[in-house]
């Protein structure tokens, strides 16, 4: 396999697509006897980038929940993108805020190792007279 074939098959694999989260009519080719019932359901990768930065790796995608409903021989179809913390959270900030398994999160410049220390501030009226106007 070249490179450049390489590229287009990975570009397909991890592009990302919107959910459909009102069920739409397929259309069948063939018949579905009429004893399958039940629902399909597949789970996935379907968001790669939050706002402008991209996830590195295909495991890292934002988790996209596939349903296939077979009726009376209809199948109808819908997606949603489970609502993990991970992807509220990154949602939220409009970026990458949780570190996946292939990609590493930037980090928070007001959280460091020493971010459970409380840091306090108090202001005490005799440092906040205006000496001026004494």
Request: aromatic share 12%.
């Amino acid at each position: 396999m070249t490179l450049q074939l390489f590229a287009s098959v990975k570009f397909k694999i991890v592009s990302s697509v919107e959910d459909t989260p009102r069920p739409i009519s397929t259309q069948i080719v063939g018949t579905i006897p009429e004893w399958i019932k039940g629902n399909f359901l597949r789970n996935g990768p379907g968001k790669f980038e939050i706002g402008n930065h991209k996830f590195n790796h295909w495991f890292d995608g934002m988790a996209l929940m596939h349903q296939f409903k077979i009726s009376n021989g209809q199948v109808t179809y819908k997606s949603r993108f489970l609502s993990s913390d991970s992807y509220q959270t990154n949602k939220e900030h409009n970026r990458i805020a949780i570190s996946e398994f292939g990609t590493v999160t930037m980090p928070d410049p007001c959280k460091n190792v020493f971010q459970r220390f409380l840091s306090r501030f108090e202001s005490h009226s005799e440092y906040l007279e205006d000496k001026a106007a004494c």
